[in-house]
């Protein structure tokens, strides 16, 4: 434990980008952010930290659709990332975790009210680096049925995956997929939960990217993922479930 102060210590002297979670407010002023310390991180150690970037709109019209991005490419050595919503009736939004890609992804989430939405991102030291920002809505995304649930369209369509690579013009590959799933988050009466649990990317070799989404993520999900430069396939199998056992597994070329 005094080795991991002092430790702390000196991340904190040396970068101007990080906190203490313990000894600083919470930049975004939640009076939950206690809460989520405990639930996610338990007496691991916690920093706010500038360089996990955390990209949503101030303001959603649409709370069933918040699109969000989450950058903690200019840590080094990120093994996962877990991004949670302080008010949501379900917190926990998705995790993942960089192979070959960067640790960087976008998507869209379900929120019920106006809630700091957080990315937390554990380097290889063990330390939690955590950024967000307020989203304010309407609310009540996590409560309303699906679109899909009610089309007997999605029952031929189920886990279908539409996507494309395109290079970043020097900076890596570009990978955007969308998958046909209803994502019920179970709060809505009568609609049991009914979610994709986890997706893998994947080239002929490498292993690029896992992802555990949860009920939060909007219907139809859809995923951008950049590649880190040098990484270069010439097409990426997605594999992955939903909490049904029903399966993922298709190829995006470009």
Known sequence: MKLASLLLAGMLALSPH???????????????????????FGDQT?????RVEVTAPLTAENPMNVPV???AAALPDVREVVVFADFNPI?????FTPGAAEASLAFRI????????????????GVWHVGGTWVTTTGGGCTVPSTGSASPEWQSRLNEVNGRM???????ERVRLRIIHPMDTGLAPSVPAFHIESLVLADEK????????????????????????GTDPARIRVTGRD????RINAWVTR
């Open 69 to 71: 991005a989450v950058n």
């Open 166 to 172: 395109w290079s970043r013009q020097g900076q890596g």
């Open 46 to 50: 916690v920093v706010f930290d500038t």
């Open 206 to 229: 490498t292993e690029l990217m896992t992802i555990r989404t949860f009920e939060p993520v909007s219907e139809n999900p859809l995923f951008t993922i950049d590649l880190a430069p």
């Open 243 to 246: 909490n049904n056992g029903n």
């Open 91 to 95: 917190v926990r939004i998705l995790e």
């Open 18 to 40: 990080i906190h203490a979670a313990n000894d600083a407010a919470d930049p975004l002023e939640s009076a939950r952010w206690g809460d989520m310390r405990k639930e996610f």
């Open 110 to 125: 379900k929120l019920q009210q106006s809630s700091p939405v957080r990315a937390a991102a554990r380097t290889g030291d």
